[in-house]
């Protein structure tokens, strides 16, 4: 990730979404939404093969819950 978000576009679309924000959050709302960003683009350079959506990892056994 090159693109930083800077203090004003953070700003920009926050009131842009109808959340208009103190002056004094522009620059922490632009960090969160920079390490948001990395994290999911971490997460989408995962190679999860052939994982299904919600699958336990492999070897992990189920809890008896049954009531």
Same mark, same amino acid.
């Given at each position: 990730?090159?693109?930083?978000?800077?203090?004003?576009?953070?700003?920009?679309?926050?009131?842009?979404?109808?959340?208009? #924000?103190?002056?004094?959050?522009? !620059?922490?709302? /632009?960090?969160? %939404?920079?390490?948001?960003? &990395?994290? @999911? +683009?971490?997460?989408?350079? #995962?190679?999860?093969?052939?994982? !299904?959506?919600? /699958?336990?990892? %492999?070897?992990?056994?189920? &809890?008896? @819950? +049954?009531?």
């Amino acid at each position: 990730m090159t693109d930083r978000l800077t203090a004003r576009e953070a700003a920009r679309w926050a009131a842009r979404a109808g959340l208009p #924000l103190r002056e004094e959050r522009h !620059a922490v709302v /632009a960090a969160t %939404a920079d390490h948001i960003a &990395a994290v @999911v +683009s971490t997460l989408r350079d #995962l190679d999860l093969g052939e994982t !299904a959506p919600g /699958a336990p990892p %492999a070897g992990w056994e189920s &809890a008896d @819950v +049954s009531l």
